[in-house]
């Protein structure tokens, strides 16, 4: 038998300090901001954006975890584009999501290159595809935690995810 999650591990390992969660997840979240307890040398989505993001994702459909049992990956940045572009492809999910500006910005200089018009199709809170994959941008995910409204719109922007389900 295969152990792809094996294979993917040692693709990633030069990346687990910028990464999180499931290898094996057919969801992708990225993001541009470290959080207060990120910049103090924690995992990657550790903080309340990461518990947040277990709740809104089992809400979605996509299965429950907890920061050892995600059911999705996730990405901090900074990344150069072609790095961004090599965890995406390794990991190999059915949607990608921006959760801020700067990870929308690094998803259009990713795969921009390939995929003609990205950025004017993939506009902040907007969704487009990529190579077969549904990308959403979701307007400042963690910033949107502590407003009501704000958050009510980014929880419309993340249940597009849902659709490619």
Request: charged share 25%.
């Amino acid at each position: 038998m295969i152990d792809f999650s094996a294979d993917k591990r040692e693709q990633l390992k030069a990346f687990a300090a910028q990464t999180s969660g499931d290898i094996l997840a057919s969801l992708v979240l990225i993001k541009g901001r470290a959080n207060a307890t990120e910049r103090t040398g924690s995992a990657p989505f550790s903080g309340a954006d990461g518990l947040a993001l277990d709740k809104a994702i089992g809400s979605l459909g996509w299965g429950y975890g907890s920061q050892d049992t995600r059911t999705w990956f996730g990405v901090l940045l900074p990344l150069s584009p072609d790095d961004l572009r090599f965890i995406c492809e390794v990991v190999d999910p059915l949607a990608l999501v921006s959760l801020d500006e700067e990870a929308r910005v690094a998803l259009i200089e990713a795969f921009g290159a390939t995929e003609e018009g990205l950025a004017e199709k993939l506009t902040s809170g907007a969704e487009t595809w990529v190579l077969g994959r549904q990308v959403v941008s979701v307007e400042g995910f963690e910033a949107a935690l502590d407003d009501a409204t704000t958050k009510q719109k980014v929880w419309a922007q993340l249940k597009r995810c849902a659709a490619s389900r």
